[in-house]
């Protein structure tokens, strides 16, 4: 240690201080909240961000493991809980998802997911989430074990998808992006919406994860899709933005989403959506 100090270096101890575990944190969070919030989360979010429609997809499907950036990916290959919608991320979007409990939206009252867990909420399902919006596609590993060159002071990824060096990553590894290619994401521009990849916590990783030891599987989701068709209309009552509620499936051995079940606002006039941008969470 030697900044500011006269005469040179001089020792100064080691290094120590208050840290936060981030696993043990979000462990915390998701224990007091049922994995029910997950989907209504994740629509209030897309609400916030103007959205007008939201897709929730199980993905059945195996992906490749032959050409993944880091081999320690492979068991987040399999199958997937999908959320997209059609509003994109601004740069107040991604500081904020980028704090475990310091949500930006704070301050912001006509914010639908002000009071909302938000995006900590998927790690009722994952260990390593990730979404794709704008230019940008991001990784969280809170457990800094399963992404390259990463730590604990810095447990994920973002990786500019219209830079050269991207795409050549993204060239050279296709089986580690082949999961994104949905909705008009195609890794290769800006796609204008969002889409959260949230592969399933299986038994294997559940055993070893500092955040849950539940895996969770596919009947797990379906489960929750069947409560959902239940809330669905009454969920778009209280949105400013959103209109479409849509959940779709794709088979193991499938190539597209089969819709499954849609509630949608329709023959809105102006006034009416002027007075839902207007209505307050209960």
């Known amino acids: 240690f030697s900044a500011g100090m006269a005469g040179g270096s001089v020792y100064f101890g080691e290094d120590f201080g208050q840290r936060v575990d981030l696993t043990q944190r979000i462990a915390e969070i998701i224990r007091s909240y049922p994995d029910n919030t997950i989907l209504k989360e994740l629509i209030q979010n897309a609400d916030d961000a103007g959205a007008s429609i939201v897709r929730f997809v199980l993905d059945r499907r195996h992906h490749g493991t032959e050409t993944l950036v880091y081999r320690r990916l492979a068991p987040f290959q399999g199958p997937?809980?999908?959320?997209?919608?059609?509003?994109?991320?601004?740069?107040e979007d991604f500081q904020s998802i980028s704090r475990i409990g310091g949500s930006l939206k704070r301050d912001k009252a006509f914010k639908t997911g002000r009071f909302g867990i938000g995006f900590n909420s998927v790690y009722h399902v994952t260990d390593v989430p990730s979404f794709a919006s704008g230019a940008q596609l991001c990784f969280f590993d809170p457990h800094a074990d399963y992404l390259p060159d990463i730590s604990a002071s810095n447990p994920g990824k973002m990786l500019n998808v219209t830079t050269p060096k991207v795409q050549d990553t993204i060239a050279?590894?296709?089986d580690q992006f082949a999961p994104y290619r949905l909705f008009g994401c195609s890794l290769e521009a800006y796609f204008p919406g969002t889409m959260f990849r949230l592969p399933l916590r299986v038994p294997e990783l559940a055993s070893r994860s500092r955040i849950s030891r539940?895996?969770?599987?596919?009947a797990s989701v379906a489960e929750l899709f069947a409560t959902f068709r239940e809330e669905a209309p009454h969920i778009l009552l209280f949105l400013k933005h959103v209109r479409a509620l849509e959940v779709y499936e794709i088979a193991a051995d499938g190539a597209e989403p089969v819709r499954q079940f849609s509630?949608?606002?329709t023959n809105c006039s102006d006034h009416l959506l002027a007075e839902r941008r207007l209505a307050r969470l209960a």
């Open 263 to 265: 509630s949608a606002i």
């Open 214 to 218: 539940v895996s969770y599987t596919e």
């Open 80 to 91: 997937a809980l999908l959320a997209y919608n059609d509003g994109v991320f601004s740069e």
């Open 172 to 174: 050279r590894h296709p």
